[in-house]
C-alpha cells in the first residue's frame, strides 16, 4: 500500500508518540500505529483533530501528488 499521510514524521517533528495522541483523541493505541505505518487511515473529520492537536496545518499531514 502507497504512503498517504506523514503522521508519523509530524509525531517525531513535535516530539510526540502515537500512544499520546491516541490518548488525546480516545482511541486505541493500535488504531493510532495503523495510521501512523499507513496500514488505515483515519477520516477527514479525525485527521483534523490530529492537525489541531499537533499544532499543523492538515495538509502537513497528508502526502501530496501531483498528476
Known amino acids: 500500500m ?3 499521510n506523514r503522521l508519523k514524521i509530524v509525531l517525531v ?6 500512544k499520546w495522541l491516541a490518548e ?3 482511541k ?3 488504531t493510532v500505529s495503523k495510521w501512523c505505518s499507513n ?4 477520516d477527514l473529520a479525525t485527521l483534523i483533530k ?5 499544532e499543523v496545518d492538515v495538509q502537513e ?3 501530496t501528488t501531483k498528476l
Do not use: F, Y
Open 2 to 4: 502507497e504512503d498517504i
Open 13 to 18: 517533528e513535535r516530539k510526540k508518540t502515537g
Open 24 to 26: 488525546q483523541l480516545g
Open 28 to 30: 486505541n493505541p493500535s
Open 39 to 42: 496500514v488505515s487511515q483515519p
Open 50 to 54: 490530529i492537525a489541531n492537536l499537533l
Open 61 to 63: 499531514l497528508i502526502i
